[in-house]
């Protein structure tokens, strides 16, 4: 039940909710990477919040220790979080990966109109953890999706025979989510293993 294997093929089988979480990814890193005025000042908002918070932990008596914690406590609590508020017809797990799409593609973008090297910026510091901790993200989203659509499904949307099936979903799906649950949380420290430590020394 717990087996790395079995997870596989839980993702395998909502490879369309997972085909929709990266598109939506991935607009959301166009969206940001082009940019308006607006969307510039919302995503700087953000990017102003994450860095209050990385200067103090960089003013920590172990920085490296601070931003593992900090990074692993933030993505595993929204990770698993973000599964689950799929409940409410499955907006937020949107929302979510839009604007994480968005942060992302106005960063890199911005890096790269300041100068910045693009294989500094991508391959020292995203790709290490970047790898693993953006499809953790997408599967956690897209289990989230999952869940909003069989709140669709019970509403009466959809096929007589998904609506025939819905219970069976339904308890497929609670049996299923502690074991998908673990598995995002480990995905998730393992990034941010990587992040606190080999992108943390590659970009120093």
């Known amino acids: 039940m717990f087996k790395f294997s079995t997870f596989i093929k839980d993702i395998a089988s909502i490879k369309r909710t997972m085909m ?4 939506l990814f991935v607009i959301g890193i166009l969206i940001g990477w082009v940019g308006t005025d ?3 000042q ?4 953000q990017i102003d919040g994450i860095r209050v918070i990385s200067q103090g932990l960089s003013e920590s008596d172990n920085p490296q220790w601070s931003f593992f914690v900090f990074i692993f406590l ?12 799929g409940i409410f017809l499955g907006i937020l797990p949107i929302i979510f990966l839009m604007v ?3 942060v992302l593609g106005y960063l890199v973008h911005h890096l790269s109109l300041q100068g910045e090297s693009m294989f500094e910026v991508i391959v020292k510091g995203l790709l290490p953890h970047g790898i693993i901790e953006i499809p953790a993200i997408i599967i956690a989203c897209a289990f989230g999706l999952r869940l909003g659509t069989m ?5 009466g949307v959809g096929s007589k025979e998904k609506r025939a099936n819905v219970g069976q979903q ?8 502690g074991p998908i649950s673990m598995w995002i949380v480990i995905l998730l420290l393992v990034a941010a293993i990587i992040e606190s430590t080999l992108t943390f020394w590659l970009m120093q």
């Open 38 to 40: 607006s969307i510039a």
């Open 170 to 177: 339904w308890r497929s799906f609670f049996k299923r989510v």
């Open 42 to 45: 919302f995503i700087n908002q």
């Open 100 to 102: 994480n799409g968005m």
């Open 151 to 155: 709140v669709w499904i019970s509403m």
């Open 74 to 85: 933030n993505n595993s609590i929204k990770g698993v979080m973000i599964i689950f508020l």
């Open 20 to 23: 929709l979480s990266t598109l």
